[in-house]
């Protein structure tokens, strides 16, 4: 069981590393190459007649938030039981909200033509971190008696 969950931490700590490398390279991508910036902008387009994108930023803020404050609640509940490596995760994971909230607030598509891109990956980035989380603080490892 003990493996099993390191396997899970490792495999989404890379795919996190991967979502947030990936918000500079399409943001490099869609600023130095003409056809990546033309797919951007029609994906864009299609994106703001298919979807209420404003409703859906500020739904994915809240749920993140709520789900941010829920795991520390549960963290501060259990935190003489738990190791200390799990703080570090709650300080990353209030760092990553932190970061999704001010970036989806402030930027735009006339800021950054990748936003909705950009907005995807590291609301991913944010949610997997909210999960491993919550999951370490659950059957994370517990502190033995010394």
Do not use: C, H, W
């Not at 943001?27 to 703001?48: A, C, D, H, P, S």
């Not at 007649?49 to 739904?59: D, F, H, K, T």
């Not at 001010?102 to 995807?120: I, K, N, Q, V």
């Amino acid at each position: 069981m003990k493996k099993m969950n390191k396997v899970f931490y490792i495999i989404a700590t890379i795919l996190q590393v991967l979502l947030l490398v990936g918000i500079y390279v399409v943001n490099y991508f869609t600023r130095k190459k003409m056809g990546m910036l033309r797919y951007v902008i029609y994906k864009n387009g299609i994106f703001e007649e298919a979807y209420p994108i404003q409703q859906l930023q500020y739904i994915s803020i809240l749920v993140f938030i709520i789900l941010m404050i829920l795991t520390l609640v549960f963290y501060i509940k259990k935190k003489s039981k738990l190791n200390r490596s799990i703080l570090n995760m709650n300080i990353v994971m209030v760092i990553l909200t932190s970061i999704y909230t001010g970036f989806t607030l402030l930027y735009s598509t006339e800021d950054f033509r990748a936003f909705y891109f950009m907005s995807l990956m590291l609301g991913l980035a944010t949610f997997i971190q909210i999960i491993k989380t919550f999951l370490s603080v659950f059957v994370g490892e517990i502190k033995v008696n010394e």
